[in-house]
């Protein structure tokens, strides 16, 4: 699945730069040149990484990394610092930060870096999802509703994970076709529509117990209801 790494970078250059390279190197991009932007995109949206340099103007970044490890979030961070000084670096990892970054750095070793955090991430996060009877293995990206196999499309798979990622909740639209595709073009919500479709069918015919809401103008929603 596509890596959405929420960017928060004052400087333009740097962060022009940052941007081109992680999106040729597939991952999807949100960047923001200040520290509240950047935390309010943060406590709203999904992302899977954050990169977050220290020095942002409106709200420093050992704010925000602090304030997004408050809210529970457990994504990897990477703070960047343009200083040497190995107080910044502590304070950023006592905030909450995985690592850390001293400008200036070579672009490609934060791509070397982030590729790192997420493959660690991705071995420590849980790998069983569940709700009801539903339960996902993400590893082996297997679904088992009532111990039973459910067969889907890679695509109903990666909806049916963002959904199970946080039930109860609506995921909107967007935020499901950032994650499903790499390309601007295929950004189409009726496609989403379908999918969607598909994967209610899917569920209902080997439970009574899960539901997904369409929330009309803003997204969908995964639930579990009494099965009488
Ligand atoms: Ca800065």
């Known amino acids: 699945m596509v890596q959405r790494v929420l960017l928060a ?14 999106t040729t190197r597939q991952f999807v991009v949100e960047s923001f040149g200040d520290g509240a932007a950047a935390l309010d995109f943060g406590l709203n949206q999904a992302f899977d990484l954050a990169v977050i340099d220290l020095g942002l103007p409106k709200l420093p970044g050992l704010d925000v990394v602090k304030a997004l490890r408050s809210a529970g979030l457990d994504q990897p961070i990477l703070i960047l610092t343009a200083r040497a000084d190995w107080h910044d670096k502590v ?29 660690r991430a991705g071995g420590a996060l849980q790998t069983t999802l569940s709700l009801g009877p539903l339960s996902m293995d993400v590893k082996a990206k297997s679904v088992l509703v009532t111990g039973q196999a459910l067969t889907l499309t890679a695509y109903e798979y990666g ?66 209801q009494s099965a009488s």
């Open 9 to 22: 970078e004052d400087d333009e250059v740097l962060r022009g730069q940052l941007i081109d390279l992680l």
């Open 91 to 119: 304070q950023g990892l006592e905030a909450g930060a995985d690592d850390y970054l001293v400008k200036p750095f070579h672009i490609e070793e934060l791509v070397a870096r982030l590729g790192a955090l997420s493959r």
């Open 159 to 224: 909806l049916l994970h963002l959904l199970l990622r946080r039930p109860g909740q609506i995921v909107s639209k967007s935020e499901l076709s950032d994650h499903l595709y790499q390309e601007d073009l295929d950004r189409d919500s009726n496609v989403i529509e379908v999918f969607v479709g598909r994967l209610r069918r899917k569920l209902a015919a080997v439970t009574a117990e899960l539901r997904i809401e369409t929330h009309r103008g803003q997204g969908y929603r995964l639930i579990q």
